[in-house]
């Protein structure tokens, strides 16, 4: 994930990939035991072509506004960005807590082989894409809760993926008005006094994965 702390403190954009498909997952546990898990590659890009809303939340409660979250799925897999207002996410930006992402889905196809070590695999081959969320906690992998629609439940299955650097990317932006009490203004120096200095701070801040599930 990239986080950059825009100079006003007011917002915050965020990118980077919420998943990566075709790409084995940890250990998941379900009532059967322990299996492994892909998204099949175009999974996402089915699911974002059907217009069906998908909201951005964070740590998968609170809905956020952001009428510019963008989600495509490319060669690598899901990757989102948007512009973030709400408080309470760039109050943890500023704190460096923001982790990764993670995201909601309803299978709507999968199939599962077993390997020849006996190991289960599931394909997640279509699903129903509900929202990718912002996280300020050490995600865990696997999770559920269960929907009422109509007279049917449905299973909503939460996921968060490993990122790809280990971590989430920091950029802090500060800006400070540059002057002068020159009396003989070329015209290089008009344009120092009327530019902007932006100054850019880099880190990253490595995600914890003791708790990790």
Same mark, same amino acid.
């Given at each position: 994930?990239?986080?950059?702390?825009?100079?006003?403190?007011?917002?915050?954009?965020?990118?980077?990939?919420?998943?990566?498909?075709?790409r084995d997952?940890? $250990?998941?546990?379900?009532?059967?035991?322990?299996?492994?898990?892909?998204?099949?590659?175009?999974?996402?890009?089915?699911?974002?072509?059907?217009?069906?809303?998908?909201? @951005?939340?964070f740590n998968?409660?609170?809905?956020?506004?952001?009428?510019?979250?963008?989600?495509?799925?490319?060669?690598?897999?899901?990757?989102?960005?948007?512009? $973030?207002?709400?408080?309470?996410?760039?109050?943890?930006?500023?704190?460096?807590?923001?982790?990764?992402?993670?995201?909601?889905?309803?299978?709507?196809?999968?199939?599962?082989?077993?390997?020849?070590?006996?190991?289960?695999?599931?394909?997640?081959?279509?699903?129903?894409?509900?929202?990718?969320?912002?996280?300020?906690?050490?995600?865990?992998?696997?999770?559920?809760?269960?929907?009422?629609?109509?007279?049917?439940?449905?299973?909503?299955?939460?996921?968060?993926?490993?990122? @790809?650097?280990?971590? $989430?990317?920091?950029?802090?932006?500060?800006?400070?008005?540059? %002057?002068?009490?020159?009396?003989?203004?070329?015209?290089? %120096?008009?344009?120092m006094m009327?530019?902007?200095?932006?100054?850019?701070?880099?880190?990253? $801040?490595?995600?914890?994965?003791?708790?990790?599930?």
């Open positions: 994930m990239r986080v950059e702390v825009r100079a006003d403190k007011k917002s915050i954009r965020v990118s980077g990939y919420v998943n990566v498909v075709g997952s940890r $250990v998941l546990q379900d009532a059967a035991g322990g299996f492994i898990e892909q998204i099949s590659p175009g999974a996402f890009e089915r699911a974002l072509k059907t217009g069906k809303p998908v909201e @951005l939340r998968h409660h609170k809905t956020l506004e952001a009428p510019d979250l963008c989600l495509k799925e490319d060669q690598i897999g899901l990757r989102a960005q948007a512009t $973030v207002v709400d408080p309470e996410v760039i109050a943890a930006a500023e704190r460096n807590e923001l982790r990764g992402w993670s995201f909601g889905f309803v299978k709507q196809k999968d199939h599962w082989k077993t390997d020849e070590n006996g190991t289960r695999r599931r394909f997640v081959d279509d699903l129903e894409l509900r929202e990718v969320s912002i996280l300020n906690v050490t995600p865990a992998y696997i999770a559920t809760s269960i929907e009422a629609r109509g007279e049917d439940k449905i299973l909503i299955e939460f996921r968060a993926d490993e990122m @790809l650097d280990g971590g $989430v990317d920091y950029i802090r932006e500060t800006e400070t008005q540059s %002057s002068t009490k020159e009396k003989t203004i070329t015209p290089e %120096s008009e344009s009327a530019m902007v200095r932006k100054t850019v701070e880099y880190y990253t $801040v490595k995600r914890r994965r003791d708790n990790a599930l």
